[in-house]
Nanobody, 127 residues
Framework: QVQLMESGGGLVQAGGSLRLSCTASERTFEDYSRGWFRQAPGREREFVAA????????HYADYVKGRFTISRDNAENTVYLEMNSLEPEDTAVYYC????????????????????WGQGTQVTVSS
């Protein structure tokens, strides 16, 4: 099973930026579609962004569109989430995930389609 490790979370003021990284443990990472999700206290885990295995197709939730950018570097086994214009409502634990059993050429937005998950990284945005 692919092991995923997130980094880059922290505390930032509203309007600020953070860049999250997620590194996979093996080279087969490049075959998988990848996604970022987040979970705030008392809420369900929700979709943030996804990217196909080649990086040619990306998709964003409406509430982050225009502010967040997902990208990947397959040579480094890493996917990134650049977060700009952060708002207090973005406060959550952010998780990266990999779709290991379905097409890497498609975008997947539901948690049940993702077979591997990282441990999460906390993002806190102060007002």
């Amino acid at each position: 099973q692919v092991q995923l490790m997130e980094s880059g979370g922290g505390l930032v003021q509203a309007g600020g930026s953070l860049r999250l990284s997620c590194t996979a443990s093996e080279r087969t990472f490049e075959d998988y579609s990848r996604g970022w999700f987040r979970q705030a206290p008392g809420r369900e885990r929700e979709f943030v962004a996804a990217i196909t295995r080649t990086g040619t197709i990306t998709h964003y939730a409406d509430y982050v569109k225009g502010r967040f950018t997902i990208s990947r570097d397959n040579a480094e086994n890493t996917v990134y989430l650049e977060m700009n214009s952060l708002e207090p409502e973005d406060t959550a634990v952010y998780y990266c995930a990999a779709v290991t059993r379905y097409s890497g050429s498609s975008i997947w937005t539901t948690t049940r389609m993702y077979g591997s998950w990282g441990q999460g990284t906390q993002v806190t945005v102060s007002s």
